[in-house]
């Protein structure tokens, strides 16, 4: 499969730069996107070294690749299939697999690993639908599928397949809020909201201290309205 042609690639190499200014208000202008994003320079290699892959020329795909590795510290194979408009924001330990496949307008915090679980050929990256978003340092790993709008949050471990517009949080991740329950910001962004991530297992945790609580009281109650036994009565039950 030969793949989109050179004029497609610089068409999306456009769209790679211009989706920055969008989700990153550090963000002041194309030119430093440009020249000082590491995100940039890792999607502008790989849709190069994807172009030459595609044409047989895999180990001028690879070399290319692995020169973008030692000058972005991010790692994309260049057999991976990526959507339009990708974003990676500071980039630094960020991997990508072979046959992962990414759709549009996704976006990958530091250290997120797309990664396989199997040495066996075939499918073994997980595939992102359009606009996931993957906090800092989220694992998400075999050929699952993350659903369109959904979010993984920071240092997740996710084995299994989320459905579209999900929250999921922990090790392994747990699904802990829907696409409704999000603060939308103009122009239909969604609010990141890191600092407000819920803690699946803390919330376990608590239920099953509000638990033992309610029981001790309950408990007492009991051991309360019983009828006290006097000497006489238990002296009877002995002798019986």
């Avoid at 359009?130 to 790993?141: E, N, S, T």
């Avoid at 239909?188 to 309610?214: C, K, Q, T, W």
Wanted: charged letters at 20%.
């Amino acid at each position: 499969m030969s793949g989109p042609g050179l004029g497609a690639i610089f068409a999306q190499l456009r769209e790679d730069v211009a989706c920055v200014a969008g989700r990153d208000p550090a963000a002041r202008g194309k030119l430093e996107i440009l020249l000082t994003y590491p995100g940039v320079h890792a999607v502008i290699h790989y849709r190069l070294a994807n172009w030459l892959w595609r044409r047989g020329f895999r180990f001028a795909a690879r070399f290319l690749s692995w020169s973008s590795r030692l000058a972005t510290n991010i790692d994309i194979h260049p057999a991976a299939t990526i959507g339009p408009r990708l974003f990676i924001d500071h980039g630094a330990g960020v991997v990508i697999g072979a046959t992962a496949e990414i759709g549009a307008d996704v976006t990958l915090y530091h250290g997120v690993t797309l990664g396989g679980v199997s040495w066996s050929e075939g499918k073994r990256h997980p595939t992102l639908e359009d606009g996931v978003l993957c906090g800092a340092g989220a694992k998400i790993l075999g050929p699952i599928r993350i659903g369109k709008g959904a979010r993984i949050g920071a240092n997740s471990v996710v084995v299994e397949e989320v459905p579209p517009g999900a929250t999921v949080v922990g090790i392994p991740g747990r699904i802990v809020r829907a696409l409704d329950q999000r603060r939308i910001l103009a122009g239909g962004r969604v609010d990141l909201e890191h600092h407000l991530m819920p803690d699946p297992v803390g919330e376990a945790l608590s239920y099953l201290i509000d638990r033992v609580n309610f029981l001790e009281v309950r408990l007492s109650e009991m051991r309360s309205g019983l009828r006290p036994v006097d000497a006489g009565e238990a002296e009877a039950r002995e002798t019986f």
